[in-house]
């Protein structure tokens, strides 16, 4: 099995739902752009990649998104040393089609209350829906391994709640562990290092909103 050296998950850079929210009243969630903003800030995170890469192979993995291709297409890498697969299990989690503002700040609201692991929103998903097709993404990604000529590097460009949730598959944290993480800035970058004991380690943790409130376990 070839493993890759490093696991890098991406943000998709600031979206114009990320700055007004009443666009998802006008446009689908997946058709929306890039802002300026937001393609600076991918172009800053496409330095750091090709730096990090060097002139090494990479299998990259993106969303179906509009704002994860620009995204993608914004780091500028070397086209001869990529290979691109549109992922659809990597897409964001689905809030329903045409939002009404109001309605989403509501089922927000909810959403806090209740958590967001387990709330579903009215027309679309659960955060456990998303953990479900992240996994699912997961078990393909293992048997890519299989390939003895695997490249060294992996790289998926995908959104703030699916990088969270990969990384909780993959470490197995716990749902409480979970809900007390924070989604990472647009265009910011966490990335798993296979380490000389054959174990993958986190470049550097999530920010944290609150302490974890776990259910007793006994026994």
């Not at 297409?73 to 070397?78: S, T, V």
């Not at 964001?92 to 209740?114: C, F, I, M, P, S």
Request: charged share 30%; glycine share 8%.
């Amino acid at each position: 099995m070839a493993r890759p050296r490093r696991i890098v998950l991406v943000r998709h850079g600031e979206s114009t739902g990320n700055v007004d929210d009443s666009v998802y009243e006008r446009e689908p969630d997946h058709a929306l752009a890039l802002t300026g903003r937001g393609r600076r800030q991918a172009e800053a995170t496409g330095e750091q990649l090709r730096e990090l890469f060097g002139d090494e192979r990479v299998s990259v993995y993106v969303s179906p998104y509009r704002r994860t291709h620009e995204t993608l297409r914004a780091f500028h890498l070397d086209t001869g040393l990529i290979r691109v697969r549109e992922e659809p299990r990597l897409r964001e989690q689905d809030w329903g089609n045409w939002q009404d503002r109001d309605e989403v700040r509501l089922q927000k609201a909810y959403r806090d209350a209740y958590g967001h692991f387990f709330y579903r929103f009215a027309q679309g998903e659960s955060g456990a829906d998303v953990y479900d097709r992240v996994g699912g993404f997961l078990e393909s990604l293992f048997r890519s391994f299989e390939d003895p000529d695997h490249p060294p590097n992996v790289l998926i460009v995908t959104h703030g709640l699916a990088m969270r949730l990969f990384c909780m598959r993959w470490f197995h944290w716990t749902v409480a562990e979970f809900e007390s993480l924070a989604n990472p800035g647009n265009g910011e970058v966490r990335m798993l290092v296979l380490g000389d004991d054959g174990k993958y380690t986190l470049d550097r943790p999530f920010d944290r909103w609150r302490d974890p409130e776990p259910y007793e376990i006994n026994g």
